[in-house]
């Protein structure tokens, strides 16, 4: 195990926590660096050494990985010269898994020491993908840094390059944009058939036969049956992440009305019942308006406990 490179790993959260572990328990010598304590205390009570900074993490590394909320914490952990970035010494690599805007890495990218490589590396899954290994990951850059990073990555779920640095973040957005689209209208079609007489249980079936199948049937319906809603992503990481796709649509010299939908949607959602509310609340939103209840009777194990 000696011979495995030293990891850095900043972002604890409900991602980066169970990939920080998965690493750890692939055999890797992992410093980690999270502004919550409780996080802290699961990786090292796995085996982490704690490091005091997120540029302290990224001194001692070869592979520096983050996994972050939004662009601007990462802006935040690698910017200037105390930054992780200017920490980051000669054949060292960094991997960014935070859903981030293409420019920043670029541009970070440029900024960075001379021999560091950088890849963009965003994920989708969810967290029980993230804690069982079965991510889709998302890489842009060259092909040498793909082959480096991939050693790495390929301990949490399935490794896709998409191409020069950045186009990482370009397919995890438009997987994303398509998943928003989903989540909406899956709560209107429910709403459509309940309103009309099928009982929900043999509606979901039916859906999950059909051409309306997705992963949104499958993965998310019963965090809806629950009621719980999936709080592991909030109605404000969705409309981080719409921003996102709507400023990479500015490229496209056509209307998307469907994406336009969605991100309303999820604004109308947010603010009926607050931005930290859970994702589904785009389909609450639907069942409370219409006075329909979409509680389905079942063992609904949480996506994040599976």
Same mark, same amino acid.
């Given at each position: 195990?000696?011979?495995?490179?030293?990891?850095?790993?900043?972002?604890?959260?409900?991602?980066?926590?169970?990939?920080?572990?998965?690493?750890?328990?692939?055999?890797?010598?992992?410093?980690?660096?999270?502004?919550?304590?409780?996080?802290?205390?699961?990786?090292?009570?796995?085996?982490?050494?704690?490091?005091?900074?997120?540029?302290?993490?990224?001194?001692?590394?070869?592979?520096?990985?983050?996994?972050?909320?939004?662009?601007?914490?990462?802006?935040?952990?690698?910017?200037?010269?105390?930054?992780?970035?200017?920490?980051?010494?000669?054949?060292?690599?960094?991997?960014?898994?935070?859903?981030?805007?293409?420019?920043?890495?670029?541009?970070?990218?440029?900024?960075?020491? +001379?021999? !560091?490589?950088?890849? *963009? %590396? #965003?994920?989708?899954? =969810?967290?029980?993908?993230?804690?069982?290994?079965? @991510?889709? &990951?998302?890489?842009?850059?060259?092909?040498?840094?793909?082959?480096?990073?991939?050693?790495?990555?390929?301990?949490?779920?399935?490794?896709?390059?998409?191409?020069?640095?950045?186009?990482?973040?370009?397919?995890?957005?438009?997987?994303?944009?398509?998943?928003?689209?989903?989540?909406?209208?899956?709560?209107?079609?429910?709403?459509?058939?309940?309103?009309?007489?099928?009982?929900?249980?043999?509606?979901?079936?039916?859906?999950?036969?059909?051409?309306?199948? +997705?992963? !949104?049937?499958?993965? *998310? %319906? #019963?965090?809806?049956? =629950?009621?719980?809603?999936?709080?592991?992503?909030? @109605?404000? &990481?969705?409309?981080?992440?719409?921003?996102?796709?709507?400023?990479?649509?500015?490229?496209?010299?056509?209307?998307?009305?469907?994406?336009?939908?969605?991100?309303?949607?999820?604004?109308?959602?947010?603010?009926?019942?607050?931005?930290?509310?859970?994702?589904?609340?785009?389909?609450?939103?639907?069942?409370?308006?219409?006075?329909?209840?979409?509680?389905?009777?079942?063992?609904?194990?949480?996506?994040?406990?599976?």
């Amino acid at each position: 195990m000696t011979d495995f490179p030293k990891i850095g790993f900043v972002g604890l959260g409900n991602m980066g926590g169970p990939m920080c572990l998965r690493l750890l328990a692939a055999g890797y010598p992992v410093t980690a660096f999270d502004l919550n304590p409780e996080a802290m205390a699961r990786a090292t009570a796995a085996g982490a050494r704690a490091a005091s900074s997120a540029a302290d993490c990224a001194a001692g590394s070869h592979i520096f990985l983050t996994s972050l909320p939004r662009p601007d914490h990462v802006e935040t952990v690698m910017a200037g010269e105390q930054g992780a970035l200017a920490r980051l010494k000669k054949d060292s690599l960094w991997i960014d898994l935070t859903t981030n805007r293409k420019e920043m890495v670029e541009a970070f990218a440029a900024q960075a020491p +001379s021999g !560091v490589s950088v890849v *963009d %590396a #965003p994920v989708t899954g =969810a967290v029980d993908g993230a804690r069982n290994g079965k @991510l889709t &990951l998302f890489v842009g850059g060259s092909a040498p840094d793909f082959a480096r990073a991939e050693a790495v990555l390929r301990h949490l779920g399935m490794v896709i390059h998409c191409g020069p640095l950045g186009t990482g973040n370009v397919v995890k957005l438009v997987t994303n944009q398509l998943w928003f689209i989903y989540a909406a209208a899956i709560g209107e079609g429910f709403a459509t058939g309940l309103a009309n007489g099928v009982e929900l249980g043999t509606l979901w079936h039916a859906i999950q036969n059909s051409v309306g199948d +997705s992963f !949104v049937v499958r993965h *998310d %319906a #019963p965090s809806i049956f =629950a009621g719980h809603y999936d709080p592991s992503f909030s @109605l404000d &990481l969705c409309l981080k992440d719409l921003r996102l796709i709507q400023e990479l649509n500015r490229n496209v010299r056509a209307a998307l009305p469907m994406t336009v939908a969605a991100e309303g949607a999820f604004a109308l959602a947010a603010s009926r019942y607050g931005a930290a509310a859970a994702e589904l609340h785009v389909v609450k939103r639907i069942e409370d308006d219409a006075g329909l209840s979409m509680r389905l009777k079942g063992d609904w194990v949480p996506p994040w406990e599976q």
